[in-house]
């Protein structure tokens, strides 16, 4: 695997490396080693699926409230996603920036993202679907998010929005 480090620190693109032969590739998707040397969260006892109907679905920007941050491990397997995560660190330089990559089943990517950061995405395709692996166990009572155009994070979503939830609706604007 390989591990780019993206504009927002602790935030990582990993892109694995296919042995291919007749038959197709084989590729590694996690090492908990290869993790741990790259000095990342390297356990991640809760995985879930977000599968997605619709092109132009956006789902987010979510996180956990401390002490129940989440270090995620997000991977398109079906589709392709237009993904963003916004640092909500206040104690760093990159507080509020945003960064979005496309992750796909084309490209095989993941996207590695620190506790301190929302997360959302947009459906590229219809029947879209993300496998995520987080570090810690969801708790429903520290679920947080802020509004998917909060004009301080100042996301720019590459689709006209099909389909968005009334619980990310209605979720305010981040306050700095």
């Known amino acids: ?25 084989f590729a590694r998707t996690f090492c908990e080693q290869e993790f741990a040397e790259a000095g990342l969260v390297n356990r ?22 401390d002490p129940h941050g989440e270090t995620k491990l997000v991977r398109c397997v079906a589709g392709a996603v237009h993904d963003v995560i916004v640092d909500l660190r206040k104690d760093q330089p990159s507080y509020g920036r ?7 089943a084309a490209n095989r ?27 810690v166990s969801y708790v429903a009572d520290a679920a947080r998010g802020v509004r998917w155009n909060d004009p301080f994070i100042d996301v720019k979503w590459p689709e006209p929005i099909a389909v968005i939830s009334d619980r990310d609706l209605a979720f305010a604007d981040w306050v700095p």
Do not use: W
């Open 109 to 135: 990517c993941a996207l590695y993202i620190p506790k301190g950061f929302a997360h959302g995405f947009q459906s590229l395709a219809d029947h879209s679907e993300l496998l995520y692996l987080i570090d």
């Open 44 to 65: 991640f006892p809760q995985a879930s699926v977000s599968y997605n109907t619709k092109r132009g679905t956006v789902r987010g920007m979510h996180f956990q409230d």
């Open 1 to 25: 695997m390989r591990f780019t480090e993206l504009s927002l620190p602790g935030a990582f693109l990993v892109e694995i490396e296919p042995r291919a032969d007749e038959r197709g590739f």
């Open 98 to 104: 945003s960064i979005a990559v496309e992750l796909s």
